[in-house]
């Protein structure tokens, strides 16, 4: 599986598994991920005016300000040798992202399949919950935030899945099961 020639993106509403199935790719795939959350996160930790910005919109479950999602994806970009594959976790998010994506994807030479996991928002926010309490992370634990992660992918999910599946990129698998069951449908899908 090193000659794989894609490059992945994981998309699913907050609590879809993600992390979870990004993490097992990783290893098969001898890929590399760029988490967009925890990026962020790190962002907002720094003591500086963009961190304390990038808080609020973290805190608020808002999308962070494009220029500085920009700006983390491109600085990973020139770090990932041509031939390492990446597993994109949490981007894009937005057809802004989206358009930005493509455009360096296409400047690197790469191509990209998206899968999408598909399961119901009451499988993910039982997930969500249980992760809380693990994880403590603060923008799991307020219900608001939370709805307005939900929101989001609400709102931008149908044009985006419209948009890879205009570019025959779109695979789409059942998130709803073990997590093994799941990565065997992703691994089954794009072998
Ligand atoms: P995302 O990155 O899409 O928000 P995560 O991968 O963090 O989602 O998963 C959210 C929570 O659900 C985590 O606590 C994780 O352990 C759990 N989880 C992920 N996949 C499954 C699954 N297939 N079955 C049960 N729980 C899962
Ligand atoms: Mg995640």
């Not at 935030?145 to 939900?150: E, L, M």
């Amino acid at each position: 599986m090193t000659k794989f020639k894609f490059d992945i993106i994981l998309y699913g509403g907050p609590g879809s598994g993600k992390g979870t199935q990004a993490g097992l790719l990783l290893k098969q795939l001898k890929a590399v991920t760029l988490n967009m959350g925890a990026e962020l996160r790190k962002t907002a930790k720094m003591k500086t005016s963009i961190g304390r910005e990038v808080a609020k919109y973290i805190d608020a479950g808002k999308i962070a300000p494009l220029k500085v999602s920009h700006k983390i994806v491109r600085n990973f970009f020139k770090k990932v040798p041509a031939t390492q594959r990446i597993v994109f976790d949490g981007y894009p998010r937005t057809m802004a992202q989206v358009k930005l994506l493509d455009t360096l994807l296409k400047k690197h030479n790469r191509e990209v399949l998206f899968i999408y996991l598909k399961l119901p928002m009451s499988v993910a926010k039982a997930r969500l919950k249980k992760r809380a309490e693990i994880e403590g992370r603060h923008d799991d634990t307020d219900p608001a935030a939370i709805q307005n992660r939900i929101d989001v992918f609400n709102r931008q999910s149908k044009n985006i899945i419209r948009h890879y599946k205009n570019n025959q990129q779109l695979i789409v698998i059942d998130g709803v099961g073990s997590v093994a069951a799941v990565h065997k449908r992703i691994m089954r899908a794009i072998s």
